[in-house]
Each structure stands twice: as C-alpha cells, then as structure tokens.
DNA sequence: CATTAATATTAGTTAAAACTAATATTAATT
DNA sequence: AATTAATATTAGTTTTAACTAATATTAATG
C-alpha cells in the first residue's frame, strides 16, 4: 500500500494524530480511536499493523502491550510528491510573472 | 470526498502532474493519462470532475474544449493537516533534546 | 441545420479496501 | 502450569470507489 493510501483513511489518519503527540499502546488507540469511530479492536489492530509496514509508525514492546509512535519517514514520498508538484507550478508562476512584466514593459513603449 | 482521497488516486495524481506543469485541454489528458493507465475517455473525464469538484482543478473553455489548470487550493486541507501533525512530533522531539539535555547535565554533577 | 468533435454524465458492474467474528499469539499473573 | 490480559492474524462479508458502455451535452464546421 502507498503512502497515499495510508493517508486516505481517516482512521489512521486520527492514528497518526495520536501517536505523533505521544507514544500510545495500541489498547489505548482501540479504546481512542475505535470508540470515536465504532470500530472493534481487530480493526484498529489491522490499521496499526499497515502504519508499521508502510513506514509511520515504529513500535516498541513494553510487556504485553506494543507502544506505537510515529515515524516520520512513512511522510517522505509524499513530501516529495508535493514539493515536486509545487516546482511545477512555481515556476509557472514566474513564467506567468516574467510574461505581465513583459506585458508592461511593451505597453510603456507603445 | 475528502482531499487525501483524491490524492490517493494514481490517476488523479498523475493528472495532477500534468496540469501543475501547464494547462492542458480534457482530450490531452485522455491520450496521456487515458493511455498510460489504460483507461477510457470516461473515467479519465471522471477523474476531473473530482479535480473540479474538489479544488485541485480550474476550467476554462476554449470552444468545445475544457483546459486544466492546476488549482493549489486543494492542497489546503493536506498542508494543514501534515503541518499539524509535524508540530506535535516536532514539540516531542524538543521535549526530548530539554530531556537529554538534563540528563547530561545531572551526569556531570554526580 | 445536419454532422462531427470534444467532453460530460448516468447506470450498472467489478474490484479493492475496511470491517466483523473468531481464533491465535505473546506476555504477565496467580 | 493454568488463567487472564493485551494484541495480532485470518477468513469471509460488506462497502466504496473506479471502471465500462452507452448516452447526453456543448460547440464548431461544412
């Protein structure tokens, strides 16, 4: 799954808001999110687990219980996605820029 | 639908590229996108009503054509969230540096 | 004004992801 | 060692979104 994806639910998404405050164990997520959304614990559970697989969240043992907090590397290809995506159209922009001031420029003239 | 639905979409999300870069009329984008992904002038003029309908895409016409232009409003909602979340991981991350900072200190004096 | 071109919309189908219920695993406790 | 607690996994079902095929709309052109 991609990083979009991930980022489409908004079960993991309230997930991610959790755990990049603090760690949480995951029965702390169920009890959180699950009741929020009137969702069981295996659904949370399999929404951790695709936040670990796909790089956003790390996990730590602690007895029984399994502590998630988040990971920032799973943001990385969005990051990228994004920041390419407003080169593009930055340097529009200044296309678009250079082209008005030309605009003004011959407008003086004539 | 949500702006990280829409994102979620490869073929939203290679649309997008297209029209960040400049604009482009529907039927260009049908050939490229259409093509790549092997999908129908159908789903592909789908694809950009959601584009429309959810601001990461302006219209203008031009006769029968609709031309594409990338619409960065759209992006609000994902920059908000993203920078969201990265204040709270930022402001653990500093907690964490006052932490160790300390620890070095209390280190030093025993 | 009939025809073609460009694009959009609608209804119905298919495919993918999310969910529940049940069970398995892992660690603590008595 | 058996029991309880915490979490994870699996199989099967439901839901949602994407797709196709067909049709409708809008504008240009002969």
Redesign the pocket.
């Known amino acids: 799954?991609n990083a979009f994806?991930?980022l489409?639910?908004?079960?993991?998404r309230r997930t991610l808001e959790l755990i990049s405050q603090k760690e949480h164990?995951?029965?702390?997520?169920?009890k959180v999110v699950?009741s929020e959304?009137?969702?069981?614990?295996?659904?949370?559970?399999?929404?951790?687990?695709?936040l670990?697989d796909t790089g956003f969240a790390k996990?730590r043992?602690?007895?029984?219980?399994?502590?998630?907090e988040i990971d920032p590397s799973g943001f990385d290809d969005v990051d990228a996605w994004l920041d390419q995506l407003r080169r593009y159209w930055a340097s529009r922009m200044e296309a678009l820029a250079t082209e008005i001031e030309r605009g003004k420029r011959s407008a003086k003239i004539t």
Chains 1, 2 share one sequence.
């Open positions: 799954m994806d991930v489409s639910d908004p079960v993991r164990a995951s029965g702390e997520i169920v699950g959304f009137g969702i069981s614990q295996s659904a949370v559970s399999q929404h951790l687990r695709i670990r996990v043992k602690d007895g029984a219980k399994r502590c998630y």
